[in-house]
């Protein structure tokens, strides 16, 4: 994997740091910045996975007190500048 790196410095616990060493040792990697690349990476994923379920579920079915909250942020939002117009 060749690509631009950037230095930085930080501090992980001693049982992160073992995952690294092990994805290492196993060949998955060549080092631990790549290591650390696939871990975010994998982060990335999952926290697209639940923003995108989140998501889903909201638009399927939102429930009463969020559809109140978003009223209520467009009535702010028209009480602030009248002008404008504000689908509900």
Do not use: W
């Amino acid at each position: 994997m060749t690509q631009n790196r950037r230095k930085v410095a930080a501090n992980v616990s001693a049982q992160t740091f073992a995952v690294l060493e092990q994805m290492i040792a196993s060949r998955r990697v060549e080092n631990v910045g790549e290591a650390v690349d696939i871990a975010i990476e994998a982060l990335q994923r999952e926290d697209r996975r639940k923003r995108n379920a989140h998501a889903a579920t909201y638009a399927a079915e939102p429930s009463a007190a969020e559809v109140a909250a978003d009223h209520a942020t467009v009535r702010a939002m028209h009480d602030s500048n009248a002008d404008m117009v504000f689908d509900d």
